[in-house]
């Protein structure tokens, strides 16, 4: 091909809409000397190039997205966003701009049309102009008699075929005579729930056969174009060949080119069938369809006077290109070749001229590609396969033309040149001449230039191709580094999966204590992660504790509050250890609701880790949009593997401040600043006044028991607590997890006085007794395990705890087989039925409470105190 330099003629400028002229949406169509211009706003110009000045500006209710011409019927049709589709009488506009200009009308809503002519009256829309209203509408053409529209449903696009008025008619469409749904499609949605406006919209060609008549009305800027026999029937079938039926290409948004035959699709409408078998996918682009059109590679014979296409071309937004195309194989048998390309992206618009040039406009300027085979700039003489065949590769030419949003191919231009009608960025109209005669005399220079020029843009190209590979060799690095990594959370998760029996490859192991911050007393609880295995704890792994608390009213079925810390562990080796500290309580109310279950699990993120590896971004291609993006991680992203759960409970939250242990001596929860002030103006040596003083001075504690079996305690403990009395060694088993273990172990105590976390007092007693009438075989040994407390609650809560350790041990216990001795069942009997008769007395005074007055229910609460007294103090022995 030859180098032919346009010659730019500026025409007019146009004011754009905010922010700026959105490409794909402005449009410009040419007849004659009139040209027809939307910027993508809410206007349509009409234009007189022979003048050089604006005739007509049309207001419309929503964003313009299309134009088609009928010029023989002087018919306008306009898709109007949200709207619809507007038909113009161009005979009748024509006249009622004469009519505003005689007049000297003047309309407040104006536009400044060509930059330095004087303002044109804009013409609001009738609404009673709108011939199909319908908010889905996103693109349509116009064939013959038909009207076909694309339309965006919920879930799919849906093509529907109108019937078109006949000259002098109401403009109106007729019936609908055909209707056939596409591919699904997911719609964008806005930010309150409302369609928003589509950045890519659908693209819609007719391609009609040679037999069939031109469709009327079209203009060489309209959407038709007309295929040779051999390319028509090799793309769409038999069935189109023999029935003379046009065929409506469609490109959508999502890469697909699918075809409709609009006569079969018009026979479906009397006779239903499968709806699948009217649409037939061509290609897959797998990027937005930009444009379709087609051109004529061949030359021409002499006695050939119709210039029928004999290529099919399509192109997507970043670049990709499909051209179709029919040829021989080596049988002699006529077949379509498909051949993808890739040139420079993104493509704002495109248009093929007469001959073999597809002109395409970039954000870096205009450019042409040359489809003959003839046009490749390393050996012109040398054909690659049989005659008729496409190029092998496209060399796409700079015209030195700046960024367009929209052009067409004027059907003005002189013998073998080309003429493109044209929209710039910035808004100005534009005629672009190019006329490859003018070079003829200087072919040989030209040919020298043109391959100095050619060998420039292979070097720039090998460089563009070796930024690419390092980019994609950086893409592959992510990958495997991920693959590595992924590699080695399976072996982590295998080991710890696989030993839920005995010790763990990696552990956390959770202990408490009691730490002096900030003027007041904290419950500290120390995470000690421990990997014993053989591999690393990299970037990607986090340890995750999750501190459960406990309701405040002891209510065991009401759900707590939770609060997850996520600590990174960040290369932790074979043999190391990371310790995570963390306050438990009290909290800024100065309570701390016991118990508190703290969870430890080791979490792996795939979405820091792996998901930059599986979504790499190519340099040379737009960002993916968010609608479009798939979807490749997991809901939770990552990987979360449980390694243990400790309950921090009472018996672990007390302090023994008599026995001298750190961190027992401090201020405890934080006061009252005017409880602290009323107690330093207290005259000295009276008693203080405060609610759990009276309650200490004036009522007594609150007391539970429990018995347990001397044998069973023996059993269980063994030979740790050998030398001490049994009393001593139960104390020790139930405060082995506090920190003042040690020190009540020093001691050999069978009882202590402790302090919960809110101050009060609570009383451990381990003393030795005696059950009868229970085995026939005589006395039973046993412990008798009080604690007692001025505060029910922490008196419930210390309880709680005892019992909690009591069952784990009796299970235990039972596991290994050992059996109770014989009992007295009658006995057994007698106690739960006197059980049961405080339970329901139990009910009957709480319902008495409910109904009776002040004064009566003084004497039912202190029953009710009582029979709860006796409740916690049952004459079952725990076996």
Same mark, same amino acid.
């Given at each position: 091909?030859?180098?032919?330099?346009?010659?730019?003629?500026?025409?007019?400028?146009?004011?754009?809409?905010?922010?700026?002229?959105?490409?794909?949406?402005?449009?410009?169509?040419?007849?004659?000397?009139?040209?027809?211009?939307?910027?993508?706003?809410?206007?349509?110009?009409?234009?007189?190039?022979?003048?050089?000045?604006?005739?007509?500006?049309?207001?419309?209710?929503?964003?313009?997205?299309?134009?088609?011409?009928?010029?023989?019927?002087?018919?306008?049709?306009?898709?109007?966003?949200?709207?619809?589709?507007?038909?113009?009488?161009?005979?009748?506009?024509?006249?009622?701009?004469?009519?505003?200009?005689?007049?000297?009308?003047?309309?407040?809503?104006?536009?400044?049309?060509?930059?330095?002519?004087?303002?044109?009256?804009?013409?609001?829309?009738?609404?009673?102009?709108?011939?199909?209203?319908?908010?889905?509408?996103?693109?349509?053409?116009?064939?013959?008699?038909?009207?076909?529209?694309?339309?965006?449903?919920?879930?799919?696009?849906?093509?529907?075929?109108?019937?078109?008025?006949?000259?002098?008619?109401?403009?109106?469409?007729?019936?609908?005579?055909?209707?056939?749904?596409?591919?699904?499609?997911?719609?964008?949605?806005?930010?309150?729930?409302?369609?928003?406006?589509?950045?890519?919209? /659908?693209? +819609?060609?007719?391609? =009609?056969? %040679? @037999?069939?008549?031109?469709?009327?009305?079209?203009? $060489? !800027? #309209?959407?038709?174009?007309?295929?040779?026999?051999?390319?028509?029937?090799?793309?769409?079938g038999a069935d189109a060949a023999l029935l003379e039926s046009p065929v409506v290409l469609c490109g959508l948004p999502d890469g697909q080119l699918c075809c409709v035959i609009i006569k079969t699709l018009v026979t479906s409408m009397s006779a239903p069938g499968d709806p699948k078998a009217l649409v037939k996918i061509l290609h897959h682009l797998e990027e937005p369809v930009v444009f379709i059109g087609a051109l004529?590679?061949?030359?021409?014979?002499?006695?050939?006077?119709?210039?029928?296409?004999?290529?099919?071309?399509?192109?997507?937004?970043?670049?990709?290109?499909?051209?179709?195309?029919?040829?021989?194989?080596?049988?002699?048998?006529?077949? /379509?070749? +498909?051949?993808?390309? =890739?040139? %420079? @992206?993104?493509?704002?618009?495109?248009?093929?001229? $007469? !001959? #073999?040039?597809?002109?395409?406009?970039?954000?870096?300027?205009?450019?042409?590609?040359?489809?003959?085979?003839?046009?490749?700039?390393?050996?012109?003489?040398?054909?690659?396969?049989?005659?008729?065949?496409?190029?092998?590769?496209?060399?796409?030419?700079?015209?030195?033309?700046?960024?367009?949003?929209?052009?067409?191919?004027?059907?003005?231009?002189?013998?073998?040149?080309?003429?493109?009608?044209?929209?710039?960025?910035?808004?100005?109209?534009?005629?672009?001449?190019?006329?490859?005669?003018?070079?003829?005399?200087?072919?040989?220079?030209?040919?020298?230039?043109?391959?100095?020029?050619?060998?420039?843009?292979?070097?720039?190209?090998?460089?563009?191709?070796?930024?690419?590979?390092?980019? +994609?060799?950086?893409?592959?690095?992510?990958?495997?580094?991920?693959?590595?990594?992924?590699?080695?959370?399976?072996?982590?998760?295998?080991?710890?999966?696989?030993?839920?029996?005995?010790?763990?490859?990696?552990?956390?192991?959770?202990?408490?204590?009691?730490?002096?911050?900030?003027?007041?007393?904290?419950?500290?609880?120390?995470?000690?992660?421990?990997?014993?295995?053989?591999?690393?704890?990299?970037?990607?792994?986090?340890?995750?504790?999750?501190?459960?608390?406990?309701?405040?009213?002891?209510?065991?079925?009401?759900?707590?509050?939770?609060?997850?810390?996520?600590?990174?562990?960040?290369?932790?080796?074979?043999?190391?250890?990371?310790?995570?500290?963390?306050?438990?309580?009290?909290?800024?109310?100065?309570?701390?609701?016991?118990?508190?279950?703290?969870?430890?699990?080791?979490?792996?993120? +795939?979405?820091?880790?792996?998901?930059?590896?599986?979504?790499?971004?190519?340099?040379?291609?737009?960002?993916?949009?968010?609608?479009?993006?798939?979807?490749?991680?997991?809901?939770?992203?990552?990987?979360?593997?449980?390694?243990?759960?400790?309950?921090?409970?009472?018996?672990?939250?007390?302090?023994?401040?008599?026995?001298?242990?750190?961190?027992?001596?401090?201020?405890?929860?934080?006061?009252?600043?005017?409880?602290?002030?009323?107690?330093?103006?207290?005259?000295?040596?009276?008693?203080?006044?405060?609610?759990?003083?009276?309650?200490?001075?004036?009522?007594?504690?609150?007391?539970?028991?429990?018995?347990?079996?001397?044998?069973?305690?023996?059993?269980?403990?063994?030979?740790?607590?050998?030398?001490?009395?049994?009393?001593?060694?139960?104390?020790?088993?139930?405060?082995?997890?506090?920190?003042?273990?040690?020190?009540?172990?020093?001691?050999?105590?069978?009882?202590?006085?402790?302090?919960?976390?809110?101050?009060?007092?609570?009383?451990?007693?381990?003393?030795?007794?005696?059950?009868?009438?229970?085995?026939?075989?005589?006395?039973?040994?046993?412990?008798?395990?009080?604690?007692?407390?001025?505060?029910?609650?922490?008196?419930?809560?210390?309880?709680?705890?005892?019992?909690?350790?009591?069952?784990?041990?009796?299970?235990?216990?039972?596991?290994?087989?050992?059996?109770?001795?014989?009992?007295?069942?009658?006995?057994?009997?007698?106690?739960?039925?006197?059980?049961?008769?405080?339970?329901?007395?139990?009910?009957?005074?709480?319902?008495?409470?409910?109904?009776?007055?002040?004064?009566?229910?003084?004497?039912?609460?202190?029953?009710?105190?009582?029979?709860?007294?006796?409740?916690?103090?049952?004459?079952?022995?725990?076996?």
């Amino acid at each position: 091909m030859s180098d032919p330099r346009p010659r730019v003629e500026y025409l007019a400028g146009f004011c754009c809409p905010l922010g700026g002229v959105a490409a794909g949406k402005p449009r410009v169509l040419c007849h004659g000397a009139e040209i027809f211009l939307s910027t993508g706003g809410e206007m349509v110009y009409v234009y007189d190039r022979e003048g050089r000045l604006l005739i007509a500006v049309y207001k419309f209710p929503g964003q313009v997205w299309h134009l088609e011409l009928l010029a023989l019927r002087k018919v306008l049709y306009v898709l109007c966003a949200r709207s619809g589709i507007y038909c113009l009488s161009l005979d009748q506009t024509t006249r009622s701009v004469s009519r505003d200009e005689e007049d000297g009308g003047d309309d407040q809503d104006r536009e400044d049309g060509q930059v330095g002519e004087p303002p044109v009256p804009v013409i609001p829309v009738d609404p009673d102009s709108c011939v199909l209203p319908d908010a889905s509408l996103h693109a349509f053409t116009v064939l013959d008699d038909t009207l076909v529209t694309l339309a965006l449903g919920p879930t799919q696009w849906k093509m529907q075929l109108f019937e078109r008025p006949s000259p002098g008619e109401d403009p109106r469409p007729g019936g609908q005579i055909g209707e056939v749904e596409l591919s699904t499609c997911t719609p964008p949605v806005g930010s309150q729930g409302e369609s928003a406006a589509p950045r890519f919209l /659908p693209v +819609l060609c007719c391609a =009609s056969p %040679p @037999g069939s008549r031109t469709p009327l009305g079209h203009s $060489r !800027s #309209s959407e038709g174009v007309m295929l040779e026999g051999a390319l028509f029937g090799l793309l769409f079938g038999a069935d189109a060949a023999l029935l003379e039926s046009p065929v409506v290409l469609c490109g959508l948004p999502d890469g697909q080119l699918c075809c409709v035959i609009i006569k079969t699709l018009v026979t479906s409408m009397s006779a239903p069938g499968d709806p699948k078998a009217l649409v037939k996918i061509l290609h897959h682009l797998e990027e937005p369809v930009v444009f379709i059109g087609a051109l004529r590679t061949e030359p021409l014979a002499e006695d050939m006077e119709d210039v029928h296409c004999d290529c099919l071309v399509a192109l997507g937004h970043h670049g990709r290109t499909l051209a179709i195309k029919a040829s021989w194989d080596e049988a002699g048998h006529l077949v /379509p070749e +498909l051949r993808e390309y =890739s040139i %420079p @992206g993104p493509v704002l618009c495109a248009a093929c001229d $007469r !001959s #073999s040039h597809v002109y395409h406009s970039t954000s870096a300027g205009l450019r042409v590609v040359d489809l003959a085979q003839e046009g490749s700039p390393l050996d012109p003489t040398e054909r690659d396969g049989a005659p008729g065949s496409l190029p092998p590769l496209l060399y796409p030419d700079n015209l030195g033309v700046g960024s367009l949003v929209t052009l067409c191919v004027s059907s003005s231009a002189p013998e073998g040149g080309a003429e493109l009608l044209a929209l710039s960025a910035k808004g100005r109209l534009m005629i672009c001449h190019l006329d490859p005669h003018n070079e003829a005399p200087q072919s040989s220079r030209v040919t020298s230039a043109k391959a100095g020029k050619k060998i420039k843009q292979l070097l720039s190209g090998i460089g563009t191709v070796s930024e690419r590979v390092s980019s +994609l060799k950086k893409a592959v690095d992510q990958r495997d580094k991920a693959l590595t990594c992924l590699n080695e959370v399976m072996n982590v998760s295998c080991a710890l999966l696989s030993s839920r029996e005995g010790p763990r490859p990696i552990s956390c192991t959770i202990s408490t204590t009691w730490s002096h911050l900030q003027l007041q007393d904290v419950l500290v609880a120390t995470c000690l992660l421990e990997n014993s295995s053989g591999f690393s704890l990299d970037r990607g792994w986090a340890l995750c504790i999750q501190v459960l608390r406990s309701s405040r009213a002891l209510d065991l079925d009401s759900a707590g509050s939770a609060v997850t810390y996520t600590i990174p562990v960040d290369q932790l080796g074979p043999g190391g250890q990371r310790e995570v500290t963390l306050p438990l309580g009290p909290g800024e109310d100065g309570a701390l609701d016991l118990p508190v279950t703290v969870s430890c699990a080791l979490f792996y993120s +795939l979405r820091e880790v792996v998901g930059r590896a599986l979504t790499p971004q190519d340099p040379f291609k737009d960002p993916p949009s968010a609608e479009c993006t798939p979807i490749v991680l997991p809901e939770q992203d990552g990987v979360c593997l449980p390694l243990s759960e400790h309950t921090v409970d009472m018996l672990q939250g007390l302090r023994f401040p008599s026995l001298g242990v750190p961190h027992t001596q401090a201020l405890g929860p934080a006061r009252d600043p005017i409880h602290t002030f009323l107690g330093t103006c207290r005259v000295p040596g009276s008693q203080p006044a405060g609610p759990e003083s009276l309650r200490a001075k004036y009522l007594p504690p609150s007391v539970a028991t429990i018995k347990v079996s001397a044998e069973l305690l023996r059993a269980a403990l063994g030979d740790s607590h050998a030398g001490v009395s049994l009393g001593c060694a139960t104390l020790q088993w139930l405060l082995a997890e506090n920190a003042a273990a040690d020190i009540i172990k020093a001691q050999a105590l069978s009882s202590v006085q402790g302090v919960a976390p809110d101050g009060t007092d609570v009383h451990l007693i381990i003393r030795e007794a005696t059950v009868t009438d229970l085995c026939p075989a005589g006395p039973i040994q046993a412990m008798e395990i009080q604690v007692e407390s001025s505060s029910l609650a922490n008196m419930c809560r210390a309880h709680h705890a005892i019992v909690g350790r009591l069952q784990r041990l009796v299970v235990e216990q039972a596991a290994r087989g050992s059996s109770p001795p014989d009992l007295r069942l009658q006995y057994l009997h007698q106690m739960q039925a006197n059980h049961e008769t405080l339970l329901r007395e139990v009910q009957t005074l709480r319902d008495r409470l409910c109904t009776e007055d002040e004064a009566s229910s003084c004497a039912t609460a202190q029953r009710l105190l009582q029979v709860y007294r006796r409740l916690r103090s049952p004459s079952l022995l725990l076996l």
